[in-house]
C-alpha cells in the first residue's frame, strides 16, 4: 500500500455502519473513490466520497445527489449502476457497481487510435446505455471518455451523472457548464443549452478521437478550442486515417452538425443507424478478449470531472488479428523500464515482492476471492439455482410481478448479473408471477377524464379513442367500461368493477349526451341540430299524422341493428304528411239514428237539427249531407244532415 493510501484516513472504516472501506482507487476534483465491502449484502462495491471541503456548498451536494438520482432511474447493462445515497456525519456518499477495468481515456493513450471494430463496439455500447438515458427525460450533458468505463470481463459502461439534469431544465450558465471543453456542442458554448442532441454532438467527437486518434480541435487555451466548435465543422476521420469506412466519416458528420436540428434527435436514433453500419461492414459488436492490469490510479491528470471509474484494465475490441504483443503488456513493459532504475536484482527482489503481496490481496480479499454473479434471466429457478450453485453462490426466490416474463420464468437477479460476491453469498433470484393483478373500481357515471387517469395509474392501457354515444347521462361520463385481456380473449365488462392484470386493455364507453329532439321541426332546420352533433341525415320518409303539419318532422327512425347512435352515423327522418283522410259515408234515406251509427263507425261527428230526436226514429229519414258522400276527410270531421219526416 502506498504512503498516500496509508494516509487516507477512510481507509478501514466502517460508512454508515454498512460499507468497510478497502482502499481508495481514483481521486477527482469532486470526490474520491474507494472499493469498499457492503456487509450487509457481503459484495464489493465502489464508494464515491464526496470531497469535505465542497460538503457545505449547496451547489456541490445537488449535483452529488442528481448523480444518485439520474442513474438509479436507469436500468441498462450499459450504464453503472447507483445502488445507495446517503450521508453519514458531514461526509456524502454514493454507493455504486464495482468495475474492475479500464477507462475508454486510458485505452486511447495506450493504443493512440482504435480499430474500426472496437470503436464500433464502444460506441455501440454508448449509444444503448445513452438511448436509455434519453428515453427516461435525462441528459448526460459531460459525455466524454473519461466517463466510459472498459470491464475486465468485456462489459462497456457509461457513468458519472453528476452533471445530468432532466430535459425539461436543459438550461447551463456560469459555473454549471463544467463539462469538457474538448467535447461540448456548440449550443452549450454559445447559449448554454442542452439537450439530448447535444449529447449526441460529444459522441460525434468521440467517434472521431477514436478512429483518428486525436481530437479533431486543438487549441493552447479552452476558448479557443469552444470558438471551433461554434465555428468550424469536423472534418472526415477518413482524411486523418483512411481506413475509416464511408459510413462512419457520415456518421460522424452528421452528429457533429453544427445545428441541433440537423443531428439525431436522441442516441436511439444514432443506434438505429450504427446498427445498420455494423450490418453493411459485417462487424458484430463485442469483446474479443480482456486483460487484467489491474492498475490502480491515484490521480487522474486533467481530469476536470468526477470520477465513477474504478479499478481499470485493458480492453481490446473485436478484431481480425491480435497482436501478439498486446497493449497491458506493452504498459507494463514500459513502467517496467522507468521504474528499473537501479540494480537488475534490486528490480527483481522488488518484483517478487510485488507478486507476492498482489497474490495475497487477490486471493485473500481482492477479486480472486469472490465470483461473478452468472446471467440466469429466461430460465426456470431450478435451472437457475443449479448455475448460480455451480459458481459456489446460494440462490434464493423472491418471486416479483412482470409484465413481460412468462409466470415461472426468472427476470434476473439481485445483485445484477455480472456483480462480483464472495462465494457462499447468497443471490435473490427474482422469479416472475407475471402482471400484477389489479382492482378496477366501478365506473360508471365517472368523468371519462378521471376514469382514464384511475386506470392508467394501475397499469392498465386504456384505448384510443373512447366510444362515444348519445344516451341521456350526462356528457362525458362513463356508460360502459369492457377489458380486453392483453394475453387475448374476449372483452369482459367492468362497468361495475373487475379484478384485471397490469397490461390489460380498457375502453371506455363515453355518453356525448342527449339526441336533438327533432319533433316538429322542418326537415332543414332539423338537419342542421344534428350536424351540431356530428349527426347526418341520409333520408326522410313520410308518415300520417295527426298533430303536425305537412312537412314536419316527427321523429328519427331506428338505429339499424338497435342500440345507441353515435356521433358520425347518418339518420333517417320521419316527416308528417298531416292528417290520414277517410270517405265519408253516404247516409242519404237512412233513419236518424242509422245515420249517426254509420257516421261514428266512419270516425266522423254529426250535427243535425235536434228537435227530430223528439220524433220516433221509424218516421225520421235524411235527406242531404254536407261533406257529400263519398268526399275524403279527416276522422273527427263533422257532417251536417237534415232530416224529413216519412208519414
Known amino acids: 500500500m502506498s504512503t498516500s493510501q496509508q494516509a487516507d484516513p477512510l481507509i478501514g472504516r466502517l460508512v454508515d455502519g454498512r460499507y468497510r472501506v478497502r482502499a481508495r482507487i481514483a481521486r477527482g476534483g469532486m470526490a474520491t473513490v474507494y472499493v469498499a465491502t457492503d456487509l450487509r449484502l457481503e459484495r464489493r462495491v465502489a464508494l464515491k466520497v464526496m470531497h469535505g471541503h465542497l460538503s457545505d456548498d449547496t451547489v456541490f451536494q445537488s449535483r452529488f445527489i442528481q448523480e444518485a438520482r439520474a442513474a438509479a432511474r436507469l436500468a441498462d447493462p450499459h450504464v453503472v449502476n447507483v445502488f445507495d445515497q446517503g450521508q453519514d456525519g458531514d461526509m456524502a456518499y454514493l454507493v455504486m457497481e464495482y468495475l474492475p477495468g479500464i477507462t475508454l481515456r486510458e485505452l486511447l493513450r495506450e493504443q493512440k487510435r482504435l480499430t474500426v471494430p472496437q470503436t464500433v463496439t464502444i460506441m455501440d455500447a454508448m449509444l444503448s446505455g445513452l438511448a436509455a438515458a434519453h428515453r427516461a427525460g435525462i441528459v448526460h450533458r459531460d ?67 477514436m478512429l483518428v486518434g486525436e481530437q479533431p480541435y486543438k487549441g493552447e487555451q479552452p476558448m479557443q478550442i469552444a470558438f471551433q466548435h461554434a465555428t468550424d465543422s469536423v472534418p472526415r476521420p477518413s482524411v486523418k486515417n483512411p481506413g475509416v469506412p464511408e459510413q462512419l466519416d457520415e456518421l460522424v458528420l452528421w452528429a457533429t452538425e453544427k445545428s441541433p436540428d440537423d443531428r439525431p434527435t436522441d442516441a436511439s436514433v444514432m443506434l438505429d443507424r450504427l446498427r445498420e453500419i455494423e450490418r453493411e461492414l459485417g462487424i458484430a459488436p463485442q469483446v474479443a478478449r480482456t486483460l487484467s492490469a489491474g492498475i490502480i490510479r491515484e490521480e487522474v491528470a486533467g481530469d476536470s470531472g468526477d470520477l465513477t471509474q474504478v479499478l481499470p484494465a485493458t480492453m481490446t475490441g ?96 439481485d445483485p445484477s448479473a455480472g456483480s462480483r460476491l464472495d462465494k457462499d453469498g447468497t443471490v435473490n433470484v427474482l422469479v416472475s408471477l407475471g402482471p400484477r393483478p389489479q382492482t378496477v373500481q366501478a365506473l ?96 326522410t320518409f313520410e308518415e300520417f299524422n295527426d298533430d303536425l303539419d305537412t312537412g314536419l318532422v316527427i321523429y ?88 224529413n219526416g216519412a208519414f
Open 556 to 643: 328519427i327512425a331506428g338505429r339499424d341493428g338497435g342500440g345507441d347512435w353515435r356521433p358520425g352515423e347518418s339518420v333517417t327522418l320521419a316527416v308528417s304528411k298531416g292528417p290520414a283522410l277517410f270517405p265519408v259515408p253516404n247516409i242519404v234515406g237512412l233513419t236518424r239514428d242509422q245515420a249517426k251509427a254509420a257516421l261514428t263507425d266512419a270516425g266522423f261527428e254529426y250535427e243535425y237539427a235536434t228537435l227530430w230526436d223528439a220524433v220516433l226514429d221509424e218516421i225520421t229519414e235524411v235527406e242531404s249531407q254536407v261533406p257529400a258522400a263519398g268526399t275524403q276527410h279527416p276522422k273527427g270531421t263533422v257532417v251536417s244532415f237534415r232530416i
Open 318 to 413: 473485436q478484431t481480425t488479428a491480435v497482436d501478439e504483443t498486446d497493449n497491458a503488456t506493452r504498459l507494463r513493459a514500459a513502467t517496467k523500464r522507468r521504474s528499473v532504475k537501479g540494480g537488475w536484482l534490486m528490480a527483481l527482489v522488488l518484483l517478487l515482492s510485488a507478486l507476492a503481496a498482489g497474490a495475497g490481496w487477490w486471493l485473500g480479499s481482492g477479486p480472486g476471492s469472490q465470483v461473478a454473479v452468472p446471467d440466469v434471466a429466461d430460465r426456470s429457478f431450478a435451472e437457475a439455482q443449479q448455475i448460480l450453485a455451480e459458481q459456489s453462490l446460494q440462490a434464493v426466490q423472491k418471486d416479483v410481478y412482470d409484465l413481460d416474463v412468462a409466470p415461472g420464468v426468472v427476470v434476473g437477479t
Open 444 to 539: 360508471g357515471g365517472v368523468a371519462a377524464t378521471d376514469a382514464r387517469g384511475i386506470l392508467q395509474a394501475i397499469n392498465l392501457t386504456v384505448a384510443e379513442p373512447d366510444q362515444e354515444y348519445f344516451t341521456d347521462a350526462a356528457e362525458g361520463t362513463v356508460i360502459a367500461v369492457s377489458v380486453t385481456p392483453r394475453a387475448g380473449g374476449d372483452p369482459v365488462d367492468c362497468t361495475q368493477g373487475c379484478t384485471a392484470l397490469e397490461g390489460d386493455t380498457a375502453t371506455l364507453s363515453v355518453s356525448v349526451g342527449p339526441i336533438p329532439d327533432v319533433f316538429g321541426e322542418s326537415v332543414d332546420s332539423a338537419t342542421s341540430m344534428l350536424a351540431e352533433k356530428n349527426l347526418s341525415v341520409s333520408g
Open 143 to 209: 459525455v466524454k471518455p473519461e466517463n466510459v468505463l472498459l470491464a475486465e470481463d468485456g462489459r462497456i459502461k457509461i457513468g458519472d451523472f453528476g452533471l445530468a439534469r432532466a430535459t425539461t431544465a436543459n438550461t447551463a450558465t456560469g459555473a454549471q457548464l463544467l463539462g469538457t471543453i474538448a467535447y461540448l456542442a456548440p449550443e452549450l458554448v454559445t447559449r448554454g443549452l442542452a439537450d439530448a442532441r447535444s449529447d449526441i454532438y460529444s459522441l460525434g467527437i468521440m467517434l472521431y478521437e
